[in-house]
């Protein structure tokens, strides 16, 4: 359990997180979504305890991270940005050394569960300097849940990775999420649609849009957009009339022809042509825009600019 | 038990890279030479053996050695990242700081601890005084723990291990020069003052000489913790980087 109220961090002037509120309950994926510099890690930052929060507070499983911070670092567990390694130690002595900072005395049973759950045991004895980028994200991961914590944060877990080894990464969060309450963040809109639960969409420290990625996918859609050109019209007239077919909300001129925003997800592509046969007008191109997942993301981002 | 947690895993990184032993190796070596030096030289007659002459040579080769043993200790921990993940884990900076430092002195402990074979070759060839001997050690044991708090002071300072050791020899030398400084001074009251403040002056003329006196140890002490405090704070600095 997470819960964040108006949690605030100035580097000196300049404002890195604004006030932010939010709550992750226990079995949950959430996301942070939002574009470099948006102000992720440095909430992440916070709720650990690695960087305390200029104005707000926040609580892990009930401990305040300010009064409280032993207790809340107990009970989370974490791997930043840029996964941190001891290159000389193996794989198995990684794991437990954490284990042993994080209070277990005796971690043998739980450094075998998290290597078996990263599947990371048949290379227990491997030193970690030879692990590929994928393994260490993968040790990383070993690192952050082997003292069985209330709360799981993962810094852009599935960047600089390569594409198989991020569908295992991702597989892994959605895992842990059946059984912990999971911080996850990324830059990346359809991984947070994979993963998540839930979805925060933060930009300048700010959470512009929230909910499940379906919800948000809905609301975020914008209209349908049609492209057409007409041919034979004078702009004026093109503009005029297109403007004037029932559900089209708004005409834009884009290169040779119009970009319209259609109201709703309706189809107009027929009442559009009609009417432009019956003007007199030939219907030179027509086709539905489609908008990537991206694209919108990209466009409420721009917005909150 | 974080202490204990880190300095096992300080403890075992110095047998595991080979950088460590090659340090001993060298330290082995040096102190061997001149040993074998010194002892030829006492067999000529030249010289009586001096039974503080191991601990002595490493006062002077703590200047090098003790900045290589612990430029890694905290400089590292930044620079991979792990610094992060040891600032949020439920330990505090203290444990970081104290585990990593007895970590350092526990190998150097291990290295002098060697040197005794010298000390045995000497014993079967002749009647030194163990007392002073024992009392040099004890001392450069000291001296050491002091020298290797501010290696630790400076691993703290930067995240370059490089800049971090060359800015201890530096402190180190200083200190060192200071005791000739001291010695060469006119003014007593100056000198005294400017020797009390070195680690050699606390050495040279005390447990070198075979004299235990409770203030060189209360110095000893004292700069160490200092230090270590001191360490201590520019550690939590690094989270309002
Ligand atoms: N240590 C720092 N000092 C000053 N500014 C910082 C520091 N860390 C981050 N910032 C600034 O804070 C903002 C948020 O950064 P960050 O939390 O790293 O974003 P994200 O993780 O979403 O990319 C950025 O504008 C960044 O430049
Ligand atoms: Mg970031």
Redesign the interface.
């Given at each position: 359990m997470i819960e964040v109220k108006g949690l605030t961090k100035r580097y000196g002037d300049r404002l890195a997180v604004d006030h932010l509120s939010f709550t992750a309950k226990p079995g949950e994926v959430l996301g942070l979504l939002g574009p470099n510099g948006a102000g992720k890690t440095t909430t992440m930052?916070m709720l650990?305890?690695?960087?305390?929060p200029t104005e707000g507070s926040a609580s892990i499983a009930g401990y305040d991270i300010l009064e409280d911070s032993?207790?809340a670092?107990?009970r989370?567990g974490?791997l930043?940005e840029?996964?941190?390694?001891?290159?000389?130690?193996t794989v198995r002595?990684y794991v437990t050394?954490?284990a042993?900072?994080?209070?277990i005395r005796s971690p043998r049973k739980h450094v075998n569960a998290a290597l078996e759950r990263v599947h990371l045991m048949d290379r227990q004895n491997q030193l970690v300097r030879n692990l590929s980028k994928g393994l260490r994200q993968r040790l990383g991961l070993a690192?952050a849940l082997v003292h069985n914590p209330a709360v799981i944060i993962l810094d852009e877990p599935t960047i600089g990775i390569d594409p198989q080894q991020v569908i295992e990464v991702r597989e892994s969060v959605r895992a842990l999420g059946k059984e912990h309450t999971v911080l996850f963040s990324t830059h990346i809109l359809s991984e947070a649609e994979h993963v998540c639960d839930r979805v925060l969409i933060i930009n300048k420290g700010r959470v512009i849009a929230q909910g499940k990625p379906a919800d948000l996918r809905r609301q975020m859609e914008p209209k349908t957009q049609l492209y057409v050109v007409v041919g034979g019209a004078s702009g004026k007239a093109a503009r005029q009339l297109l403007s004037a077919i029932p559900g089209v909300l708004a005409v834009e001129r884009d290169g040779d022809g119009y970009s319209l925003t259609v109201e709703g997800d309706r189809d107009l592509r027929g009442e559009v042509s009609s009417h432009v046969m019956q003007a007199g007008y030939t219907l030179l191109e027509i086709r539905q825009a489609t908008t990537s997942l991206e694209d919108i993301f990209l466009e409420i981002v721009g917005k909150s600019r | 038990m974080?202490t204990l947690?880190?300095f096992r895993?300080e403890v075992?990184?110095y047998f595991?890279?080979p950088f460590a032993w090659l340090i001993a190796a060298a330290v082995l070596l040096l102190t061997g030479l001149l040993f074998n030096q010194n002892l030829s030289q006492a067999a000529r007659g030249a010289t009586i053996v001096d039974p503080a002459f191991i601990p002595s040579v490493f006062s002077f080769a703590l200047v090098f050695f003790a900045p290589l043993l612990t430029m890694r200790l905290l400089a590292e921990e930044r620079r991979?990242?792990?610094?992060?993940?040891?600032?949020?884990?439920?330990?505090d900076e203290g444990s970081i700081v104290l585990g990593k430092f007895l970590g350092a002195w526990f190998y150097f402990t291990l290295l002098l601890a060697l040197t005794l074979v010298y000390q045995i070759i000497l014993l079967s060839i002749s009647q030194p005084d163990i007392g002073h001997s024992l009392c040099a050690y004890i001392g450069i044991w000291l001296y050491g723990g002091a020298t290797l708090a501010v290696g630790t002071l400076f691993s703290a300072l930067t995240e370059n291990q490089i800049v971090s050791a060359f800015l201890s020899m530096i402190a180190l030398m200083l200190l060192w020069l200071g005791d000739s400084v001291g010695q060469v001074i006119a003014n007593l009251e100056v000198a005294r003052f400017v020797r009390t403040l070195t680690l050699q002056g606390h050495y040279s003329t005390s447990f070198a000489a075979g004299l235990f006196r409770g203030e060189d140890v209360a110095f000893y002490a004292g700069i160490i913790v200092v230090l270590l405090f001191l360490t201590m704070r520019l550690v939590a600095s690094n989270?309002?980087r």
């Open positions: 930052r650990t305890g690695y960087l305390p032993m207790e670092r107990r989370v974490y930043p840029r996964v941190p390694l001891y290159p000389d130690m002595g050394f954490w042993r900072l994080r209070g690192q | 974080n947690t880190i895993r075992e990184q595991t890279t991979e990242g792990t610094m992060e993940l040891l600032l949020t884990s439920p330990v989270r309002w």
